[in-house]
T-cell receptor, first 112, second 115 residues
Framework: AQSVTQPDIHITVSEGASLELRCNYSYGATPYLFWYVQSPGQGLQLLLKYFSGDTLVQGIKGFEAEFKRSQSSFNLRKPSVHWSDAAEYFCAVGAGGNKLVFGAGTILRVKS | DAGVIQSPRHEVTEMGQEVTLRCKPI?????LFWYRQTMMRGLELLIY????????DSGMPEDRFSAKMPNASFSTLKIQPSEPRDSAVYFC?????????????FGEGSWLTVV
């Protein structure tokens, strides 16, 4: 069965610093991969998605992610973090059918 | 365009009471999902519908939970009787096509507290 691992429960970065959130998935074929962001008290907003093609995917708010099949990873990056990026980030895999499986989430704190 | 609309946003109820959560999906979307989010279990898919028909309810925790979709623009998730362990955020989501290849759009959630 497919699964998603986000190894970091919490990450703290300084405003203006670069960010990388890790995501590893388990699935035999090429997965559909997503990153969502959840601000406190809000629903989930899609940041970006990978279905096929270019393995470097650009998303909203200056985020990007790179699909690496050899490492079964889909890490999220941002070159310069803003205080408004503080939120919880979820990686998800859709691998057949309609069960989009989510990771446990990574809480991002931004210090000024 | 309006997104997925859920009501109520917050609900506090006493154990044993019936709870009904409501959802209006994005117009034209033919898939509707109900997810539950808790600290312990994260985001779990409870049930999903395709063209108003329940397709997979294997994530529904118990018989106390039921979901309906009487038409393309409305769905309900009902808990009867409610228990404190049902306290969670319940998200409704919709997509234009299967989840594996399409974007799922989430509502802002219904925050349920059972005391």
């Amino acid at each position: 069965a497919q699964s998603v691992t986000q190894p970091d429960i919490h990450i703290t970065v300084s405003e203006g610093a670069s960010l990388e959130l890790r995501c590893n998935y388990s699935y035999g074929a090429t997965p559909y991969l997503f990153w969502y962001v959840q601000s406190p008290g809000q629903g989930l907003q899609l940041l970006l998605k990978y279905f096929s093609g270019d393995t470097l995917v650009q998303g909203i708010k200056g985020f990007e992610a790179e699909f690496k099949r050899s490492q079964s990873s889909f890490n999220l990056r941002k070159p310069s973090v803003h205080w408004s990026d503080a939120a919880e980030y979820f990686c998800a895999v859709g691998a057949g059918g309609n069960k989009l499986v989510f990771g446990a989430g990574t809480i991002l704190r931004v210090k000024s | 365009d309006a997104g997925v609309i859920q009501s109520p946003r917050h609900e506090v109820t006493e154990m044993g009471q019936e709870v009904t959560l409501r959802c209006k999906p994005i117009s034209g979307h033919d898939y509707l999902f109900w997810y539950r989010q808790t600290m312990m279990r994260g985001l779990e898919l409870l049930i999903y519908f395709n063209n108003n028909v329940p397709i997979d309810d294997s994530g529904m925790p118990e018989d106390r939970f039921s979901a309906k979709m009487p038409n393309a623009s409305f769905s309900t998730l009902k808990i009867q009787p409610s228990e404190p362990r049902d306290s969670a955020v319940y998200f409704c989501a919709s997509s234009l096509g299967p989840a594996s290849g399409n974007t799922i759009y989430f509502g802002e959630g219904s925050w349920l507290t059972v005391v």
